[in-house]
């Protein structure tokens, strides 16, 4: 059997993880789909049904670009809300279009953890060793965790770095030298010399920095495109961004049971997707006395929608403003500025007491 060419849509930086799982846990080729450009979302626009979620439409636009770079199976992924649904619907749309690939659908292996991940997969790579691709799960695993803890500082200090562009500099480095981790030791070896690195870099941080706490819809507010990179705007304006939501937090450290209690006096019933983390963190930052609270989701995001007026009770108990954002395939650039810059003006004028 032909070596196959599996690709995945982009999904930040965390396609270098999900590259190492494939080559190393699969021992197939990968093919990284082209940087996401605006002819990634008129593509899946224009195939996609006009009122489906924007991940849906940019997943369709990565995947027919990753075909046309040569990708001949795609996964797609599972998820609580109709994520669920959308690979049959991704491949009825492929099938339709002509695109003759293999599909593995994540949602098939619901309930059956790394065996069900494991089967899914021997489809396609049917000399697969379970215990090479778990090595390569817990390595990926590791590196998932690497990503989200020294972007989490990224967050934090980018906005006072005193020599422009030296965090990026670093950041390019640091996906270079994850992208040749081969095992879990080295995954570690890089996580804590960067972090080590990063925290060397020179910030001139006031002493209390305005800072404002991300919220919202898992894709959205990961992926840096799809958002047209509002926590890289808020930093450069001197923000410290904090958000909770990322791969390794929602994924392995989601104490759902604790995250329900803490705001039972707001929502009794759990919103589904990601809306219990976003009220749970809208609520810890607005107790932690933060600046400001940004919600980010996609547009026709019902879970985050559901969220909205929950929002809102948060915001008016506890004075804290919440700006939302809604993004679509359409989404203008500088609408988005504007409202960035008009939300920051507010924040300072609280802030200094004269609003
Ligand atoms: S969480 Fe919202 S935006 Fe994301 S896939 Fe589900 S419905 Fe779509």
Do not use: W
């Not at 803890?149 to 480095?173: C, M, T, V």
């Amino acid at each position: 059997m032909e070596k196959r060419k599996i690709s995945f849509p982009h999904f930040g930086s965390y396609y270098i993880p999900i590259r190492h799982l494939m080559i190393r846990g699969l021992e197939i080729d990968y093919v990284t789909p082209p940087p996401m450009t605006k002819k990634t979302l008129e593509l899946g626009g224009k195939y996609s049904p006009d009122y489906v979620c924007a991940p849906f439409k940019i997943h369709l636009g990565c995947y027919i670009e990753a075909i046309e770079k040569g990708a001949d199976t795609l996964i797609q992924v599972d998820g609580v809300c109709r994520l669920g649904y959308y690979g049959e619907l991704h491949e009825q749309i492929l099938r339709d279009l002509g695109y003759d690939v293999v599909f593995v659908n994540l949602a098939r292996a619901r309930n059956r953890r790394i065996r069900g991940f494991y089967e899914e997969f021997k489809k396609i790579s049917p000399n697969l060793s379970l215990k090479k691709f778990s090595t390569a799960l817990l390595t990926s695993i590791d590196m998932v965790e690497s990503i989200d803890q020294i972007e989490d500082y990224l967050r934090k200090n980018i906005g006072f770095e005193q020599q422009e562009g030296s965090f990026d500099r670093l950041y390019e480095d640091y996906l270079q030298a994850l992208s040749l981790v081969e095992s879990r030791k080295e995954a570690k070896y890089v996580t804590s010399n960067y972090i080590k690195r990063f925290k060397e870099i020179p910030v001139n941080k006031p002493l209390k920095p305005l800072r404002v706490g991300v919220v919202g819809e898992y894709y959205s507010i990961m992926d840096g495109f799809s958002n047209h990179q509002i926590e890289r705007e808020m930093a450069k304006m001197g923000i410290v961004v904090d958000r909770y939501l990322n791969v390794s937090n929602s994924l392995f450290h989601y104490p759902v049971k604790k995250m329900r209690e803490y705001i039972k006096g707001y929502s009794s019933y759990d919103i589904g997707a990601t809306g219990t983390m976003t009220l749970n963190r809208a609520l810890k930052f607005a107790k932690r006395g933060y600046d400001g609270i940004i919600h980010v989701k996609s547009f026709g995001c019902t879970p985050e929608i559901d969220a909205m007026p929950v929002l809102q009770n948060i915001s008016k108990d506890y004075k804290i403003p919440i700006l939302y954002f809604s993004f679509d395939s359409q989404t203008a650039e500088a609408g988005i500025l504007t409202r960035l810059e008009a939300f920051y003006d507010m924040m300072v004028m609280r802030k200094e007491g004269k609003a």
